[in-house]
C-alpha cells in the first residue's frame, strides 16, 4: 500500500510536468501565432504539440511504452523522458488508481462476504438469531459504504500530495537571475520622487 502511494504521488507530479510542458507548447505557439503562420509552420507546432501531449493510436492497445525505434536516443532516460506525454503519464496514474480502488473494494466486499457466510453459519449452528444477522450486516453495509466514499478522497489526497511536492520544490529553488537589491542600491530611501 505504501508502495502504491509512492507510485501514485510521484505520477502525480510527473503528470503536472507533462501537462506543464503540453501547456508551454500550446502558449508559444499560440502566442506568437502570426510568426507561425508567416512561416507556414503551422504543421510542426501541432506535431510539436502532439509529443507533448501523445497520441493514442501509436500505441498498440494504447499502451504508452518506450520507443524501439533504434538512434541517437537508446539511453533509457531519455526514452521515459521523451514518452512522459500527458497520455502516458495520466494512462499510468489511472491505472494504478484503479489497481487502488480495485484492491480496496475487493478487500472490502470480500470482508462483508465473509463475515455473512460465517454469520449464516452461526445461524445455522443456532448460535445467533437471524435478526441479530441482519442487524449486524446492515451495520456492516454502512460501514462498508461509508469507507468506499473515503477511499476516494484518499486517493485524491495521494495525488495532491504529489502535486503538492512539485509546488514546495518551485518555491524553495534559487533563481539564477541575481536580485537587484541585493550588494546594489538600497531601496529603502526611494521615495518615487525625481
Known sequence: HVYRTLVVSSLSVGYQDAL??????ST?????????????AENREFER????????????????????KKGADDNPKQQMKKTATTYS?????????????????????GSMYIAL???FKLVVDSKISLGNLTAFQSYIFQI????????RFVTQFIEARGASGRIFQL???????????????????ADGKD
Open 144 to 151: 462498508g459504504g461509508s469507507l468506499g466514499g473515503v477511499s
Open 28 to 40: 508559444e505557439a499560440l502566442g506568437s501565432m502570426r510568426t507561425v503562420q508567416s512561416f507556414v
Open 20 to 25: 506543464g510542458e503540453a501547456q508551454t507548447r
Open 117 to 119: 457466510w460465517y454469520g
Open 89 to 109: 503519464v495520466g494512462f499510468c496514474k489511472s491505472i494504478w488508481t484503479s489497481a487502488f480502488y480495485v484492491f480496496l473494494f475487493g478487500f472490502g466486499f
Open 171 to 189: 518555491l524553495e529553488r534559487v533563481p539564477m537571475i541575481p536580485f537587484p537589491w541585493k550588494g546594489g542600491t538600497n531601496y529603502k530611501d
Open 49 to 68: 504539440y502532439r509529443e507533448a501531449i501523445g497520441d493514442p493510436d501509436e500505441f498498440r492497445w494504447w499502451f504508452p511504452r518506450p520507443s524501439s
